[in-house]
């Protein structure tokens, strides 16, 4: 069930990338250039406004709208709050987010292995312990050993080394 | 003829090694929880960088065809499907693991997928060549509209709502429109030195299909599932097969439902597997066996899934227009080598499209007969844990996009993208538009300033644009994929209000 304050943010997120795309086009002098992309703005923003529309119906019907009592959709007013692991899925994120911005200092074999290890040792939900946290080191070992054959030996990509080599 | 010289080709060894190794690879991503048949070609369109253009297609085709059959196997063990494609599967599928016959359910599957497979192939085959030919007919407003037409019907068919579906592929052709305009070499939306260049493809496709599933991946660690395991038994093939030759009329009525669905852009899998399931149950003498467990509910859905494969390609190749999100990601793989779908495919690069196709077919007897073999040891691919995956499909989706470019800003972008398209998703936002429209952006926006350019000379833009029999056949199956999608949509909020009002 799709709740009220996410329908807004939603709407309002369909609105502002057409328009800033818009006003970021208005910066380009040659006309042509800028003909297609500007049609398919005016398209979004179409949609857009359909989706407010929709959405307008929507608030109506789960609670029927007193202006301007805007601020209280705000509250999720039917449905209940969906249960979502949001600190696993921020931990995960954040593994990601460091892994993809490291590698290139760190070399690509060596923080893959660490991206790998840590994902298992931290997202899981079982508590580590010496033998389990070996057994996925080995497991983080193999499966990046297959990487370096699939890309290095295989296809021939060159992958920068970093510090490790 | 072409098609038999072709058929000779792709025999050479390392081509088998590709069709056997892309069917047991994709049997396995197929099988695996949470990995679907389009990002797991996603994932291997980087490795098909690095090889000649007729073997990356043979392998992304092997293994698009082995991944949607291996779906069916968590559809059966689990009861959940592999991918959208295996939903009908469950019906009957998983009743019959649980009364004992798991076993003969994956082999029923196979054969029937590979079945369905090869008559889908043989559509393909027959049709694609006088549609390309017939395509060599059309001009900028033509291709414009096909390109348009393209992004309507997935942004309809794959979306939670219209609205959004559409909105996603009006953003994909945004997205094709950042970098430097070739035909006037103006810069647009360039607000960081890593998008002069445009998006890449490749790193578009792995981040918009396979970040996403990640986190869901992520969201279901820990999830404790039924699994229904089994213990290989004598004779069990050769009951499967007779299965098979007592109801010929449902892997026929599968596969021409399958063909025909396949051959619609943006119908899909799913669509089929359901209609043949549907179809064959009204056919029955014994409906009310339907959902028991019968053969006849496995076979029937799985000649007409795979059957999709085939004709899936058909406006994929002949007009650049991908019938499914899948046959999208094949587009990337194509586009990776310089290849252009449509008639000059067929002309200039005839040795690529024709062994690619006659590939195709030995490509279902690899997926059948490794299926098969497969199958005894499913439950260990069902048993590697979300955690594993998400670790592994990480790291391949970086490696993947850097390997293209040997770029890091590939794999930021890749990164960027996938998780902006993550938080799209929990809005009911879907990946296939965005990834069409940036497919098609450029084919569209090159079409539209050509046809512009043509209009000025002549009778002007909404002349040129509206009319001749082409533009408007194509104009009203715009008007008719969209009205059809608003349609579904109201149905289906219809029927959701009247259940809860029942409930």
Redesign the interface.
Known sequence: MINARKRIVETTVMFAIPIICLNMLSDISVNDAKVFPKYICYLMIGLAIINAFQLWIYLNKIRPIHWPTFLRWSIPLKGGAVPFPMIRVGMALALMTVYVFCMETVGFYLSGFLFFLATLLILDPDRPTPASAGRKALYALSFMAVVYFLFSVMLGVMIPGGIAL | MDFMTYFLACLTPFNMMLMVGGAIGGILLGAAPGLSPTMAVALLVP?TF?MQPAEGLILLGAVYTAAVAGGSITAILINIPGAPANIATMFDGHPMAKKGKAEKALYLSFLSSGVGGLFGVAVLIFFTPPIARMAMEFGPAELFWLAVFGVTVIAGLSSG?V??G??AG??G??LS?IGE?P??G?E??V?SDMLTGGISIIPALIGLFAIPQ??TL??S??QILEKKSFTAQKGVLREALGDLMRHPKQWLMGSVIGSFIGAIPGAGGQVAGLIAYDQSKKMSKTPELYGTGIPEGVISVESSNNATVGPALIPLLTMGIPGSPTAAVLLGGLLIHGLFPGPELFTKHADVAYTFIASMVISQFAMAIFGIMIARYSRIVMNIPN??M???V???C??GS??VQ?S?DD??IM?CLG?GMYLCSR??FSPAPVVLGLILGPL??DN??RG?IIAQTGDGLMSYFLTGGVNLIVISLCVISIGWSIYSEYKLSKNNRHAMSQA
Request: glycine share 2%; charged share 10%.
């Open positions: 490795f690095h709502t609205v959004k559409l909105y009006a953003f052709l945004l429109c305009n035909v006037y103006v647009r939306f607000f990640i986190f992520v969201e660690i820990g955690i594993f998400v670790a592994a990480t790291v391949l970086v490696y850097y390997s040997n890091m794999v930021i990164f998780l809005n009911a569209a926006e539209f300033s512009k």
